[in-house]
């Protein structure tokens, strides 16, 4: 059924579908999203518009798909204009990132007058931080 919702008019649905995938992997923690799923959902993640439905989109990838690739993602989407793309940006890479990541979280800071930005970014650098021992 998602993907149908998905093959009609994903934009739309963006956040149903979201929606959808979260409560099905909340109440069967062992269900894996299938790799053409992951496609499809990073197909609707470039391009839908809405911030809200990007910012839930890349959070949901971050959680089920390739780690690497989610990174590599979430790097580039913190030269967004939109906030809320760089907030789950951000948001993903304190939660996957490497210390080598501190820089642009830093290049960030200088660019930004969002109080939330900051703050988000500094936990994130203190999530890696900690996860790497530093």
């Known amino acids: 059924y998602v993907l149908e919702l998905v093959g009609q008019s994903s934009e739309i649905f963006a956040k149903e579908i ?4 979260e409560a099905v992997c909340r109440r069967q923690p062992d269900a894996l999203i299938g790799p053409e799923f992951k496609v499809v959902l990073r197909r609707l993640l470039n391009s839908v518009g809405a911030a809200e ?16 690739a989610t990174r590599a993602t979430a790097l580039f989407d913190l030269g967004s204009a939109d906030d ?9 890479i304190g939660k996957y990132g490497k210390g080598q990541d501190v820089d642009a979280l ?27 021992g530093e």
């Open 84 to 92: 809320m793309v760089v907030l789950a940006a951000v948001e993903i």
């Open 53 to 68: 439905s990007r910012y839930e989109l890349a959070r949901l990838l971050a959680d089920n798909d390739n780690v690497d």
């Open 106 to 132: 830093e290049k960030v800071t200088e660019n930004t007058d969002s109080d939330e930005i900051l703050e988000l970014i500094g936990d994130a650098v203190g999530k890696i931080f900690a996860r790497e």
């Open 18 to 21: 979201v929606d959808t995938v």
